[in-house]
């Protein structure tokens, strides 16, 4: 009786917001949406990283939420487990492949070498195939409810909304061992790879894609205070110019391919996500928004001498540990390469109205095509 009265409870709710209800998320990308999958995988995000939400490390580069867990909020899905995570992972919403470090080009040695994620988007495609080749088996020989328990429904996997973040790694790869005219060569080639992800999770089943563009990576503390511009080379903001007009080539790049996949992929609903412009206009605009300088990251520290946040250094023969600042909340950069929990939740606000999408549908109204 209990169970029937829940039931009909569920479907009212549902007939009520029938629209907005994704079952689960799927999410391949880097640093800026990794839950957990690099710190179970390789070594262990420290404290101070979680503090400000969860009071302790909770594997994201932040001192709290991302703008992934912003937007599982908005959906009302609980926080993405990591896939890799295999300590506390439950999948029954979904999974999180992203990787901090990776690349969309394939990791090779090089690549590695230069302290790149061996977990690229090739091997995050493969991780997301595995997960539903396997659950589709469990579904299928065992009907032990212990099995399935903590893993998504197999209907679910084509309502779900497919999450991809990366091309930060692949702008700043290029930067740290090539020229800014060979960074600028390679995105074609970068871009289609990209495409080829898509259509591969596509061909998996995939129909609801929301895909976010790179940030500006000229205005990261960690390149302006290390390489501060060269003259002629700031913008009004003083980040580096020619750094992001990379990052506004791939988008522009990213955004014609993916009018171009709209037509290929029939029955896909693609959301082209302008993250670069939320970001950059929480960053030009920082005094207004309530934030400091947008170049002087919270924790840690860079220039003069360098103290990552959470390690320790020497510095004058003295030991000096890469801490928090007094308030997070009044600062964009976390770590001089991650933003703060607070301008996660600022760029997440921005982009889940809308007016930054393409189409310019909000991720509530969003319904998929079949
Ligand atoms: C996984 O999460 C679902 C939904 O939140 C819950 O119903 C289920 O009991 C969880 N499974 C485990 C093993 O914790
Ligand atoms: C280290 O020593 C130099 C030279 O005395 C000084 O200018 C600098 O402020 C010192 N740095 C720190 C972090 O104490």
């Not at 999450?163 to 970068?190: F, H, R, W």
Request: hydrophobic content about 35%; proline content about 6%.
């Amino acid at each position: 009786m209990a169970v029937a009265i829940s039931v009909l409870l569920v479907a009212s709710l549902l007939g009520s917001s029938r629209a907005c209800h994704f079952p689960a998320i799927y999410s391949l990308g880097d640093s800026n949406s990794d839950t957990g999958s690099v710190s179970a995988t390789f070594s262990r995000v420290r404290p101070p990283y979680g503090e400000t939400f969860f009071g302790k490390p909770a594997g994201r580069c932040s001192d709290g939420r991302l703008i992934i867990d912003f937007i599982a909020n908005q959906l009302k899905l609980p926080f993405l487990s990591s896939y890799l995570d295999a300590i506390e992972s439950n999948f029954s919403h979904g999974a999180n492949f992203a990787a901090s470090g990776s690349t969309i080009e394939p990791a090779d040695g090089t690549l590695i070498g230069a302290g790149f994620n061996p977990l690229s988007l090739d091997i995050q495609l493969l991780q997301f195939q595995q997960l539903k080749e396997r659950t589709n088996e469990l579904y299928d020989q065992a009907k032990n409810p212990d099995v399935t328990d903590r893993l998504p429904r197999p209907e679910e996997f084509s309502k779900a909304l497919y999450m991809l973040d990366c091309g930060q790694n692949d702008l700043y790869y290029g930067l740290v061992t090539t020229t800014e005219q060979q960074v600028k060569a390679s995105i074609p080639n970068i871009i289609s790879q990209f495409a080829t992800a898509i259509e591969k999770l596509y061909q998996q089943g995939a129909r609801m894609f929301w895909i976010q563009n790179t940030g500006p990576i000229g205005c990261l503390p960690i390149i302006v205070i290390n390489s501060p511009p060269k003259p002629g080379n700031a913008d009004q903001t003083g980040c580096i110019k020619s750094y992001n007009e990379l990052a506004q080539e791939f988008n522009k790049q990213l955004k014609d391919r993916v009018s171009q996949l709209r037509t290929k992929l029939h029955a896909a609903r693609l959301t082209y996500v302008d993250i670069y412009s939320a970001k950059y206009s929480l960053i030009s605009e920082a005094h207004k928004h309530g934030f400091v300088n947008p170049f002087i990251n919270c924790c840690g520290h860079f220039g003069d001498y360098r103290v990552e946040c959470g390690k320790s250094a020497v510095v004058n023969g003295t030991e000096i540990f890469g801490a928090s600042c007094s308030d997070p909340s009044k600062h964009i950069s976390w770590d001089g390469v991650h933003y703060t929990e607070a301008a996660n939740n600022w760029v997440a606000n921005r982009i889940l109205d809308g007016s930054l999408l393409d189409p310019p549908i909000p991720i509530t109204k969003l319904v998929s095509k079949v």
